[in-house]
């Protein structure tokens, strides 16, 4: 009531007041009557509308903490747009016919918690999970995370907030640690090349299998999988084979005969029951076959065992996740991947390589970036875009810790526990089927396993099950002289002393796959070994990258938001981060609430029925999504729908998941104003009417608003047997506004790592649940170890049955922070924001595209063609010299060559977005200047930028620049007290492709610089 009132003065105010007056009305109204209906309260105190006294109001409400405008300046940025309320602008901002209503998402639907309200519901649900000693093993084990690593990296968001390093002159602190990761396995495998991280082990193998099929030219469709290889591996095979149409055998590679048409063969080592065995006879035969070997292996154990490129591998693969990153129900996890030389080009996910600098300074970025799905579209054979850096940096970071002298004593010790059980265990009378091993027995107890599995419960105690005769075990570095002789405990059913224990004289690994090769030689490994030394080098790479800790980052469709300190708190307990995925599920009962809560709680704001928390990336839903997709027609007998329609303006990983999902893609146009070209849509889904399976949208769409025609799109395609998949990477714009089921769509992916403030860690993790309706439910993925997914599933798209489950914590907190009304309420201000800064930047810049009532969503596209034209003046010029503003360069030259994507998000304050739009106006005198002539087109402080400390001390004969230092690094005054160094000049992209560099510098090198 209170509301409603408020805002009928407003508009009374409106007609008869002068501007001046209206201001004032307007400022000094709370939020709640801002936002009209769907009021919220502010800073608690400062309204009355939620409680009837305000005194005992809650003063730590999540939404005014992550929400950026305040009331006041809600009202300011309405004001300047021409509206009395937020309703009013969304009204005019998000077509009438998709809107929903307001109690869709509410307080009602989702009732809000305090932050520390939340803490107590978390805590709750921790203690319902149980902290078993677990030694499951198959791939997951409970990893010890140095505390300098745990609080400097993981829990420090000047690591997890930054975004992929796409901008690398500000970006140089994790392009060095991954560079120091990509070392790493490719020192421990012995391989010729590695990339920074893939989403998990067994996404990484099915990477392997379809490389070597494209390897072979495509004629060799069989893939050949050793018995010994990890289930839920296998699992995620079986789904990528058969999009792909590949053969997949499982067999004993040591009998198997190989035909011609087989590409690979993937074998692992230690296998899964933890038995080594040498290969290279098995290698020798799959090469003179033309095929290649494909090894899934333990970064651990090669410190040990001879290593897979000593013995003839062309890919190697595997999780590094033992290297101080936490078990954590199943993630996140950074796989590795490392191949030979001959390979590299068709390698899969992002790598890291050196170039120089315009002052030949060396420096890192991006390298290879043509192999990538957004240029490589239908024609790529992986969809990685967002991967796990800040999990491959942690493990880097352990390696440089730990340093080869350490790894080899971590490994020692684990080898000899294990060697130490197993010779009790014979003593005892039982025997161990795997004669040779590194961590990893699997102990035959004839008709006695369960007796064992209950002694060990009774000390809580998981092993592996794997059948009423044999017991598994994996032992890790957190195993302690305790633990072993309870173990022995429970496998001789007597007490032993640890004093009776003592270190065994031999090893079980032999003498033929030991390793007699260095590793890690390189100085960053053998540096950094005490606390202070790491806790520096932590920080002296932090210090050169630009995060959210610094500036906004507004990438467009990134929607770099808020990443809470409240919502990342629980994710490090160890209640938590140490639940094996494969741990029975009644000790996961506080994860399986978390699942079902999130779940719910996507699906009331997607209007879907039903979610998959599996998929590890957006990417990784698109292709579950399309895989379910397929799974339904096949179940209706329509199998042969395969055309997939998509808009060229579409992200890249759409058409890459498409061709994975075994799919065939079909661009559909867009119009001049950026909207979807539904004639031509109309005409294709005839055109293909017998074949059609899907229609992928990004809505709003890629290029920043809400298309009238979004409704009208998903009927023609129901009409002619598709079904929608709606990318749901700008969720961010729709939340209690409209939802994808209202427009249209049947199943969406939701980038939690975008609208639900998972941080993007630099480059990943990430994760993209689906959500899907009803007839849709039974094909959702299952899980080979863990009951999950539909009655008619797909098999997995996951190693992990709930994906990178830890971080679902991070969403699931967000989610019941904010509540239903905040919820919408940061849509509503997101949405805001962007119209805002298009607002300010109108008359500056050419914005390409908005509705017809003048508004965008919740992004603006800028054009800059016009410098191009005028000064030769390019994208990057202008992203380059937003650097020297402290600011990150929003999205380039996507999707569209010659324009910026600017997304700002609802967290970012109104002082920020003036601060950004200041120093693109600025930039854009700057541009004047230059295409008046008074700059050279080729030597001006955009073509210069970023200027590095470096490029302003230069000596004065050689700063042959038309411009002052000055003007160089402080163009506008608030720098002065908030400079942001870049610590490279612009980076040449194209020497570093030609004289590929992928690894850190050798001693010899450090030496001779
Ligand atoms: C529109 C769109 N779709 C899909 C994706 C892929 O998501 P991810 O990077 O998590 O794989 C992105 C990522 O930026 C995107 O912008």
């Known amino acids: 009531m209170r509301c409603a009132r408020s805002l009928a003065v407003v508009a009374r105010a409106r007609r008869s007041s002068p501007p001046s007056l209206l201001r004032l009305s307007l400022a000094s109204l709370g939020r709640a009557q801002c936002f009209g209906q769907s009021g919220r309260s502010r800073r608690a105190l400062s309204t009355a509308a939620d409680y009837s006294h305000a005194v005992f109001a809650p003063l730590d409400t999540f939404a005014d903490r992550h929400i950026g405008p305040d009331a006041g300046e809600t009202a300011k940025m309405l004001e300047r747009l021409g509206y009395d309320s937020m309703d009013a602008f969304v009204d005019d901002t998000v077509p009438k016919h998709i809107r929903v209503a307001a109690t869709t998402v509410s307080n009602d639907s989702i009732p809000p918690l305090t932050e520390s309200e939340l803490l107590v519901r978390a805590k709750e649900l921790a203690a319902q999970n149980k902290v078993f000693r677990t030694y499951i093993g198959m791939g997951y084990h409970t990893a010890v995370v140095p505390p300098v690593i745990l609080r400097n990296v993981l829990e420090n968001p000047a690591w997890y907030t930054p975004y992929t390093p796409y901008q690398p002159e500000i970006a140089q602190g994790r392009l060095e640690s991954l560079v120091n990761f990509q070392t790493m396995v490719m020192s421990l495998t012995a391989m010729d090349i590695a990339n920074a991280s893939l989403l998990d082990e067994a996404t990484a193998a099915a990477e392997a299998m379809v490389m070597s099929y494209a390897v072979s030219g495509s004629k060799k469709r069989t893939f050949v999988v050793d018995r010994g290889v990890a289930p839920q591996t296998l699992a995620v095979l079986r789904t990528r084979a058969k999009g792909f149409g590949l053969n997949l055998v499982v067999a004993d590679v040591a ?189 035959a107890a004839p008709g006695g396993a369960s007796a064992i599995h209950e002694r060990a419960a009774s000390l809580g105690i998981n092993l592996r099950r794997i059948d009423n005769d044999h017991v598994g075990l994996t032992l890790d570095e957190s195993v302690s002289l305790s633990d072993v002789t309870d173990l022995l405990a429970v496998f001789t059913g007597k007490e032993v002393s640890a004093s009776s224990l003592s270190p065994p004289s031999q090893t079980s690994i032999p003498s033929s796959l030991r390793r007699s090769s260095e590793f890690l030689p390189h100085p960053v490994f053998n540096t950094h070994h005490s606390e202070t030394e790491m806790m520096r080098y932590i920080f002296h790479l932090a210090s050169k990258d630009l995060g959210l800790v610094h500036a906004m980052i507004p990438l467009g469709s990134c929607t770099m938001k808020l990443n809470s300190t409240s919502s990342m708190i629980p994710l490090t307990w160890p209640e938590f981060s140490n639940i094996h995925p494969f741990a029975p599920t009644e000790q996961a009962a506080g994860y399986a609430r978390v699942v079902k809560e999130l779940s719910e709680d996507l699906c009331k704001i997607t209007g879907f029925y039903a979610a998959s928390l599996q998929p590890n990336s957006g990417a990784a839903g698109e292709y579950a999504g399309l895989c379910v997709i397929k799974a339904y027609h096949e179940s ?120 639900f403030a998972i941080p993007h860690g630099g480059g990943g993790p990430g994760v993209g649940p689906i959500c899907v309706a009803e007839h849709l439910a039974p094909f959702l993925p299952s899980h080979p170890l863990v009951a999950t997914g539909g009655d008619n599933a797909i098999e997995a798209v996951s190693a992990a049955p709930f994906g990178s489950a830890s971080i679902l914590l991070i969403s699931w907190a967000y989610v019941k922070m904010l509540g239903g009304r905040g919820l919408s309420d940061s849509s509503k201000t997101a949405l805001l924001n962007a119209n805002y800064m298009a607002e300010r930047l109108r008359g500056h810049y050419t914005l390409r595209y908005k509705n017809s009532k003048n508004r965008v969503a919740h992004e603006l596209l800028i054009d800059l063609a016009e410098f191009d034209k005028l000064a030769g003046l390019k994208v990057t010029d202008f992203a380059k010299r937003l650097q020297d503003f402290g600011f990150h360069p929003p999205t380039c030259s996507w999707p569209i060559s010659t324009c910026m994507l600017i997304e700002p998000t609802e967290s970012e304050s109104l002082e920020e977005l003036d601060r950004f739009c200041d120093a693109m106006i600025k930039i854009r005198e700057e541009a004047d200047a230059i295409i008046a002539g008074k700059q050279p087109k080729d030597n001006n402080v955009l073509k210069n930028a970023p200027h590095p400390i470096a490029a302003i001390t230069l000596p004065d004969s050689e700063w042959n620049r038309p411009y002052t230092r000055e003007q160089a690094v402080f163009p506008l005054p608030f720098l002065r007290q908030r400079k942001f160094w870049p610590t490279v000049a612009r980076i040449d992209d194209a020497y570093g492709d030609i004289n590929l560099v992928c690894e850190c510098p050798s001693v010899e090198e450090v030496a001779s610089n």
């Open 636 to 755: 209706r007998g329509e199998g042969h729908r395969d055309v997939c329609l998509i808009p060229v303006s579409a992200h890249g990983t759409n058409p890459a998941s498409a061709i994975m999902a075994g799919m065939k893609v079909v661009s559909v146009k867009t119009m001049g104003d950026g909207s979807l070209d539904v004639s031509d849509l109309r005409a294709k889904a005839e055109q293909y009417k017998d074949k059609l399976a899907a229609f992928m949208i990004t809505y709003p769409s890629t290029f920043g608003v809400f298309e009238d025609g979004v409704t009208e799109a998903c009927k023609i395609i129901h009409e002619n047997g598709g079904q929608v998949y709606l990318d749901g990477a700008n969720l961010n714009a729709q939340v209690g506004v409209t939802n994808p089921a209202t427009c249209g769509g049947d199943v969406c992916h939701l980038n939690l790592h975008k609208t």
């Open 255 to 443: 009998t198997y005969e190989l035909t011609p048409d087989v590409s690979g063969v993937l074998v692992q080592y230690p296998d899964i029951n933890g038995q080594v065995t040498d290969y290279t006879a098995l290698a020798d035969k799959i090469h003179a076959n033309g095929s290649l070997l494909s090894v899934a292996t333990d970064l651990l154990a090669l410190t040990m065992l001879k290593p897979p490129g000593e013995w003839g591998a062309d890919i190697v693969l595997g999780n590094s996740a033992r290297f101080g990153v936490p078990a954590a129900y199943g993630g996140p996890h950074a796989a590795f991947f490392a191949c030979t030389n001959t390979l590299k080009r068709k390698m899969p996910g992002r790598l890291i390589g050196l170039s120089k600098d315009t002052m030949g300074q060396p420096a890192y970025r991006l390298a290879l970036q043509t192999r990538e799905q957004h240029i490589r579209r239908e024609k790529a054979t992986s969809n990685i875009c967002t991967a796990q850096a800040l999990l491959a940096n942690m493990a880097a970071m352990y390696a440089v810790y730990h340093g080869p002298t350490g790894l080899r004593a971590i490994a020692g010790k684990v080898h000899a526990f294990a060697q130490i059980v197993k010779d009790a265990v014979e003593s005892a009378g039982l025997t161990v089927a795997n004669p040779a091993f590194f961590d990893t027995l699997t102990v």
